[in-house]
């Protein structure tokens, strides 16, 4: 009889385990921030909660992420750039959509979308972050980053949405990134969807309406529903 072969197994490679540890833990460390962030704010989370809801050391909070502002970093990025495939907003297939997409009125829509989906996940953090910079000088350095981030990239998606529609003759393209700014935030979503009781979906036809009327002078073609009508 010949010899049977057993297969042969993969050799594990010591150092990629280690990175996805490393990966895993931070993950976790990153979501139990998320969620202290969320319920208890910017001010009343602390390093000692975050390793309790992850089940780490703190000492393991503290050598991943130095400082609880670090933490918040990472917690934002999480909310931006999304879990299971990790990319800017530029990357991200709603904004190539968004960009190849010749109707305007088709492109602020799906714009509108690929940014609410961020908005659904940053609107809470935004007001953790708020609340704690009245006070908190780290908190405001932050919030003061994070809205310059942010008008940097309605900036640009201002700039590739002109180049399928001019801009309405009174409105500038600082006018015009101002008004994204407004309609597209975490306070106005989290006001309708949160507190008014609109549905994303709801927010998204609004907001997309709005924009491009009030930027690009497209008449809008009919009213959404209000919340519970119907």
């Known amino acids: 009889m010949g010899t049977v072969m057993r297969p042969v197994k993969p050799q594990s490679r010591p150092g990629?385990?280690?990175?996805a540890?490393?990966?895993?833990?931070r993950l976790r460390i990153t979501k139990a921030a998320t969620t202290l962030f969320c319920e208890r704010g910017?001010?009343?989370?602390?390093?000692?909660?975050?390793?309790?809801?992850a089940g780490v050391a703190v000492q393991t909070v503290y050598f991943v992420f130095h400082t609880k502002?670090?933490?918040?970093?990472?917690?934002?990025?999480?909310?931006v750039l999304g879990e299971d495939e990790p990319a800017p907003p530029q990357a991200q297939g709603w904004y190539r959509q968004a960009v190849a997409e010749p109707d305007l009125v088709t492109a602020v829509?799906?714009?509108l979308k690929g940014v609410g989906e961020i908005l659904r996940r940053v609107a809470p953090l935004d007001m953790a972050v708020r609340t704690a910079a009245v006070e908190d000088p780290d908190?405001?350095?932050?919030?003061?980053q994070n809205e310059r981030l942010r008008a940097d990239g309605y900036r640009e998606m201002v700039e590739f949405l002109r180049q399928k529609r001019?801009?309405?003759?009174?409105?500038?393209?600082e006018r015009a990134t101002d008004i994204m700014l407004f309609l597209a935030s975490p306070g106005a979503y989290r006001a309708l969807v949160a507190e008014r009781g609109w549905s994303h979906a709801e927010w998204v036809a609004w907001s997309s309406g709005a924009l491009a009327e009030q930027?690009?002078?497209?008449?809008?073609?009919?009213?959404?529903e209000p919340p519970g009508s119907g």
Do not use: C, K, W
């Not at 502002?69 to 909310?79: E, I, K, R």
């Open 16 to 19: 990629a385990d280690r990175h």
């Open 21 to 25: 540890r490393a990966r895993a833990t």
């Open 139 to 144: 908190a405001a350095r932050f919030l003061a």
């Open 69 to 79: 502002t670090d933490l918040l970093n990472s917690a934002y990025s999480l909310a």
């Open 166 to 173: 001019p801009l309405r003759v009174d409105v500038s393209e």
């Open 215 to 224: 930027v690009f002078g497209v008449q809008r073609q009919g009213a959404i």
């Open 109 to 111: 829509r799906l714009v």
């Open 42 to 53: 910017y001010t009343g989370t602390t390093m000692n909660g975050v390793a309790d809801l």
